[in-house]
């Protein structure tokens, strides 16, 4: 542990003074798993790809402010997420809409999920509407509250939540629609 | 809750540690792009490095110029490590600018593309009652919406953009139970703003350019000189005053960036000086002499010039020392007279060339610069700072006699090299004419650094102050 610590070390400072090599051992070692944050930020992976690539030049750019406290992958994690973001920001002008209608939520099992592979849930997620995907994710998986995720996102508590729960039925419509039947084939097997 | 939280966990723990392998070429690109930044980088400091070369070459110019050793050398010091310190942020900002208006520009490109496309989508769907009533609704939403912020001074561009997505987060609503239908939507609109973003991008405008010019210059010349003793005992006149004069060339520019240019071109270039002493007869050896006092154009009201001048030489023709060297002449000029200074017997070698009328010496340079401008102001009316260095080459060296005889060319200065380096400062002033055109004026002083005369002896510095003015032409 203490050598892959080291190594890592080495790694960083190798990033910092601008060494190719060290580069690329970063870019390898944590490359498919930001490309995975990415595309659950991502409408599709052609903008996925376009964000990772963004993303990987802030952290080389950055690394030497990187200060060695707390997790380097959480580190780089945030600024995909922050590219992301960006992005979307760009892309979608924000205004302080209240939308604050709760939606019915749908009556689907949550066994559905338990179906479906990740790389279908993202395909999913991918087909949400951009701000609800990026509230989504926010909240879901980076674990952010709503005030958070109002301030991150200029829009009110009330829109995010909002947005989460419109987001969260949409989702589960979807899943049931596509993978419906396979609901059905796992409770079988299951059952 | 309890049973959102348990979809929201299993769906964290499905994403949490998933990962996919990139395609190849996002490690390709990012490689890429770090070279470019490297690349780009080295430029800026080069850029700096060089400019900060120049500010040193000025100082170190002007201290030799002037005589002024003291003072200038701490400035010298803070002047260097300046540049160093802004470079970074005289970068990034405008960068992150250009982005900015790239993209409320697409943002404006794409309302006009889809704007249509949504009516159209609306009109298709079945509930049109519903539908009319949600635009109605929809319409004085985003009216609201667009009085509070154009209290908040939004540019219009941004109002169109703010009042589309309204309009695309309310249709959403009302098709609520039409969910698929606006999901393609979704995407499709997405599509399209990216590929727009895409062309915009591409097409993302060049900072890089260049830049031709055509100037005239209007100027004063005049130089620095000193001489060792001995010449100086041969070289009688004390004044000499500096001439105007006219040059001018052509000018090429490359943008580097937005602020900073690098200059080259060609100019053409006049130096010299007017030397007349009135006379004084008798009132020492230095003045006319006896010789020469007979002839009534020579008195204390005319100009005229004397000096001492050596004859019999091995090489022929007769030698005068001048301000810029020694003036090598084949012979006596017309409406000149020499006299030997037999008064004095030290002197019994040395001869005086006396004539009406005025001394002057001309040096003509073609110059090739090489400047760096780094533009102040950059509007209709622009301001730019210019320095740098220039090779001389010297393709004029003549001396005149301006006297009853008119103008004549009586010789050339020995020992001036003919490649010389001189140094310029400038402020510029443009006014821009059109999306091209620009007139420019732009007052340049030019200086050489080194004596242009080889002569251990002599030291000869000629500068110059010209007014530049003349039309710059964009592409």
């Known amino acids: 542990m203490r050598k892959i610590l080291e190594d890592l070390k080495k790694i960083i400072n190798g990033c910092a003074s601008g060494n190719k090599r060290a580069q690329e051992q970063l870019y390898q070692l944590f490359a498919p798993k930001m490309f995975g944050v990415c595309l659950r930020y991502a409408k599709d992976s052609t903008e996925a790809e376009d964000n990772l690539q963004e993303g990987f030049i802030k952290v080389f750019q950055n690394i030497g402010r990187f200060r060695h406290e707390g997790s380097l992958e959480g580190w780089i994690r945030r600024i995909m997420v922050n590219v992301s973001l960006e992005k979307f920001r760009k892309q979608h002008v924000m205004h302080p809409v209240e939308d604050v209608s709760i939606y019915e939520g749908q009556n689907v099992s949550d066994d559905i999920l338990a179906g479906i592979s990740a790389k279908e849930l993202i395909a999913v997620i991918q087909q949400l509407p951009p701000r609800y995907r990026m509230v989504f994710n926010l909240f879901v998986i980076e674990g952010m509250n709503h005030q958070e995720i109002s301030e991150e996102m200029k829009i009110t508590v009330g829109t995010s939540k909002s947005n989460l729960a419109r987001a969260r039925d949409i989702l589960k419509r979807r899943v049931k629609e596509l993978y419906g039947d396979i609901e059905k084939t796992s409770n079988y097997t299951a059952g | ?475």
């Open chain 2, 1 to 475: 809750m309890s049973k959102k939280l348990n979809i929201d966990d299993s769906i964290r723990e499905k994403l949490d540690g998933f990962s996919a392998a990139p395609p190849s070429h996002v490690w390709d690109s990012i490689q890429s792009q770090l070279d470019g930044q490297r690349k780009k980088r080295r430029m800026v400091y080069a850029g700096w490095i060089s400019a900060a070369a120049v500010v040193v070459l000025a100082f170190i110019a002007g201290w030799y110029f002037s005589g002024k050793t003291v003072i200038e050398e701490p400035t010298m010091a803070e002047q260097q490590p300046a540049p160093e310190k802004t470079q970074e942020p005289a970068v990034l900002p405008q960068d992150k600018g250009i982005e900015i208006e790239v993209d409320q520009l697409a943002g404006a490109q794409d309302i006009n593309a889809i704007d249509t496309k949504t009516n159209k989508t609306i009109s298709e769907t079945r509930m049109l009652a519903e539908g009319e009533r949600a635009a109605e609704q929809n319409k004085s939403d985003s009216e609201q919406f667009i009085a509070t912020r154009s209290v908040e001074s939004y540019s219009l561009l941004e109002r169109i953009e703010a009042m589309f997505t309204a309009n695309q987060s309310n249709v959403s609503l009302v098709e609520k139970s039409n969910e698929t239908k606006i999901e393609e939507r979704f995407t499709a609109d997405e599509m399209l703003i990216a590929a727009n973003l895409r062309n915009l991008n591409e097409q993302k405008q060049q900072e890089h350019g260049w830049i031709i010019g055509a100037q005239v210059s209007p100027g004063y010349s005049s130089h620095s000189a000193s001489h060792n003793d001995s010449y100086a005992q041969n070289m009688t006149y004390e004044s000499d005053n500096g001439g105007s004069n006219i040059g001018g060339g052509i000018s090429v520019q490359y943008k580097t960036g937005k602020r900073l240019r690098v200059e080259s071109g060609i100019y053409y270039a006049k130096d010299g000086q007017k030397a007349d002493n009135s006379f004084n007869l008798f009132a020492s050896d230095k003045d006319m002499l006896y010789g020469a006092a007979p002839d009534a154009a020579y008195d204390g009201m005319n100009t005229g010039f004397s000096n001492l001048v050596q004859t019999g030489r091995s090489e022929g023709g007769i030698a005068m020392n001048s301000t810029a060297g020694v003036i090598e002449m084949k012979s006596t000029p017309r409406g000149a007279n020499i006299s030997a200074n037999l008064e004095n017997s030290n002197d019994v070698t040395a001869q005086r060339l006396y004539s009406d009328g005025e001394f002057s010496q001309v040096f003509e340079f073609v110059e090739v610069p090489l400047y760096l401008r780094y533009s102040l102001l950059d509007k209709k009316i622009g301001i730019e700072l210019l320095g740098g260095i220039n090779a001389g080459f010297v393709i004029g060296n003549n001396a005149y006699l301006d006297n009853s005889y008119g103008v004549q060319n009586i010789g050339s200065t020995a020992d001036i090299s003919t490649l010389n380096f001189s140094g310029t400062l400038g402020v510029g002033v443009n006014y821009a004419l059109g999306k091209h055109f620009s007139f420019a004026l732009e007052p340049r002083l030019n200086y050489y650094l080194s004596s242009i005369n080889s002569n251990p002896d002599v030291n000869y510095r000629p500068y110059r102050i010209g007014f530049y003015t003349g039309v710059y032409y964009e592409f």
